[in-house]
């Protein structure tokens, strides 16, 4: 089990499927469950801060999680919403439902289920998000916390967003990638921080190979590939 915790714009979601696959583990995307739960809110006309509310389409909505590194996916009762939870109306929204403690309490079960049949299953996972290490899976073997510059962040966003076919600015990015950093670490329930026992992992300055490369160190050097 591989806890990989970090703000938005590291490039979490994509070195996290890269070491799932090099360590033919699964691989869960914690960030797209709240996002599913926000298309959920957004469809039904709730306010993403009426908390009574979003419990209640919270509780109704039932998420498929793929773990397949190579094609996780995601569906939202049957449908799937892999490309509606990444758009600007959901990222929007994400930060007020995602802090809302009735949310979080319901996916962070789910979350602990998928892991331990992963586990089961095929022997390892690695699991992204911003409270894995400290609230989801404290006794993960190994505590990854990825950061970069905002700066760094807001330009890998608006080129992903860009190479979607998502129309972004650096500006508007930069400025979200702010938003979202002071929301999510001053947020009453399950705040954004690094683990104590956290390797923390600076890849302003690395590339793709080179934070997975770092990444498969960690591994090697806790003893954790699981091999025959």
Do not use: F
């Not at 930060?95 to 962070?108: C, D, G, N, Q």
């Not at 892991?115 to 894995?132: F, K, L, Y």
């Amino acid at each position: 089990m591989v806890a990989l915790d970090g703000p938005s714009g590291t490039g979490k979601s994509t070195v996290a499927k890269r070491l799932a696959m090099a360590l033919d583990a699964r691989y869960l995307d914690t960030g797209s469950m709240y996002r599913a739960i926000t298309v959920a809110v957004l469809r039904a006309g709730v306010d993403p801060t009426d908390e009574a509310e979003v419990n209640a389409v919270a509780e109704g909505a039932k998420l498929v999680v793929g773990t397949d590194p190579s094609a996780p996916g995601i569906t939202l009762d049957g449908g799937d919403v892999s490309v509606e939870i990444r758009g600007p109306e959901v990222t929007l929204a994400v930060s007020p439902v995602s802090a809302t403690k009735h949310v979080r309490e319901l996916l962070v079960a789910q979350q602990r289920a998928i892991i331990a049949d992963a586990v089961d299953a095929v022997g390892g996972i690695v699991v992204e998000g911003r409270d894995i290490g400290t609230v989801v899976s404290p006794d993960a073997p190994l505590k990854v916390y990825l950061t970069a510059s905002a700066d760094a962040r807001a330009a890998r966003r608006t080129k992903q967003d860009n190479a979607a076919g998502r129309e972004s600015t650096l500006d508007a990015v930069l400025k979200d990638v702010q938003r979202r950093d002071n929301y999510d670490s001053s947020r009453a329930v399950s705040p954004l921080m690094a683990a104590g026992d956290a390797v923390e992992v600076d890849t302003t300055e690395l590339d793709l190979a080179g934070t997975v490369g770092a990444l498969l160190d960690l591994v090697e050097r806790r003893g954790l590939r699981v091999t025959g």
